[in-house]
């Protein structure tokens, strides 16, 4: 292990074989840790991030300053106590938070990888990330969360490795990518690899950075975090500072300012290549088709307790694709518990402070852990 930056990294010496046919090792994966794991090492969560997270769950992301994606989830007495609770979170392969990404090195280039670096899949991060367990000496985990692609990690990772979690929270998730949501993906790739300064991916080598393209991307995929009467409700047809239309292009409504903001900042934080990769991956995802066509076979082998979250207002991930992995856990019997939560902010509820997802959250561990 190295620590460069603020960012802890663990180097996987063994092999992994790819998903695409090809095989990597040496590869670095980042990583980060809240909380004490205890003598028995049974308290440990991993959790898995979003499209646009990173290892930096709480407290104060050291490299860009902000609070961590989970601030009002993770934390001292919060809904995931780190007083209590060993978390682990790693920056997910494809990323650009120091893991194996696009932005690496190509050791035989000298330059960065950019799209010759390999295509990866969920099951390919997963598989990734489990060296974690034994770089911490953990035999199981006591559960594994994540919403969103962070949810599909979850399933893929009980499904590969149905003993080594005790408890399983897949959050605002779906087993498949819909063609809605490829569509969308596709949208944000098509800004970004429409970008001129894109430079089919070797824009590093050529001092460049596909800045409008990644915005646009991030904007597109923005809309569809929210939820229409959430922003309704924010925004409505509010104008930009002005009492009248400019009659321009510029930004006349509120909605289009905090859009152009979410774009510009973004860019800041995060790789073009990197998006490109990581949306690819979540558009590759299908659980049921890893086991010809039935979902429940993916759940078949393991003895772990599930509890499935869902939002009212996500129609990224509606509630009956959440839904649909209960229906295949009941039907072999699983310890399956499922609960939709009234909110109004769309997808993103499970970032935001939503009282009621976080004590469902919060009440699910605690009470499992008195049973451990």
């Not at 930009?240 to 300012?257: P, T, V």
């Not at 510009?264 to 659980?287: G, P, Q």
């Not at 993916?298 to 649909?324: C, G, H, M, V």
């Amino acid at each position: 292990m190295n620590t460069e930056n603020n960012v802890k990294t663990l180097i996987v010496k063994k092999p992994l074989k790819l998903d695409c046919g090809k095989t990597i090792n040496e590869f670095p994966i980042a990583y980060e840790t809240y909380g004490s794991l205890n003598e028995k090492k049974d308290n440990a969560i991993l959790v898995f991030h979003a499209l646009t997270g990173d290892q930096f769950v709480t407290g104060q992301n050291p490299i860009t300053k902000k609070d961590g994606w989970w601030s009002y989830a993770v934390g001292p007495d919060k809904a995931i106590d780190t007083k209590k609770y060993f978390v682990i979170c790693a920056n997910v392969m494809g990323g650009c938070m120091g893991s194996f990404g696009p932005s690496h090195e190509d050791p035989n280039t000298g330059t960065a990888f950019g799209t010759n670096f390999p295509v990866i899949t969920i099951n390919d991060m997963v598989n990734a990330q489990y060296n974690l367990l034994d770089h911490f000496g953990i035999d199981k985990l006591f559960s594994i969360a994540g919403g969103s692609m962070g949810g599909m990690q979850v399933l893929q990772f009980i499904s590969n490795f149905p003993d080594k979690a005790k408890t399983v929270i897949p959050i605002a998730c779906t087993s498949s990518h819909s063609a809605q949501n490829i569509a969308f993906n596709e949208l944000g790739r098509q800004a970004i690899t429409a970008d001129s300064n894109w430079k089919d991916g070797d824009y590093s080598s050529k001092n460049t950075i596909p800045n409008k393209g990644l915005a646009v991307a991030r904007m597109a995929a923005h809309i569809t975090y929210l939820s229409k009467k959430g922003l309704q409700e924010k925004f409505g047809r509010k104008l930009q500072e002005r009492e009248d239309l400019k009659f321009g292009f510029d930004a006349d409504f509120q909605i289009e300012s905090y859009l152009r903001y979410q774009g510009s900042v973004f860019v800041d934080r995060f790789d073009a290549n990197s998006y490109l990769y990581i949306t690819r991956a979540m558009d590759y995802f299908d659980l049921a088709k890893q086991f010809k066509g039935n979902l429940s076979d993916a759940f078949r082998a393991t003895k772990a307790k599930f509890f499935i979250i869902s939002f009212t207002s996500d129609w990224l991930y509606p509630t009956q694709e959440n839904k649909d992995i209960v229906i295949a856990l009941n039907s072999i019997g699983a310890n399956v518990g499922f609960v939709e939560i009234e909110s109004d902010k769309g997808h993103d509820s499970f970032l935001l402070n939503v009282p009621d997802f976080l004590s469902a959250l919060k009440n699910f561990l605690d009470k499992s852990y008195t049973e451990n």
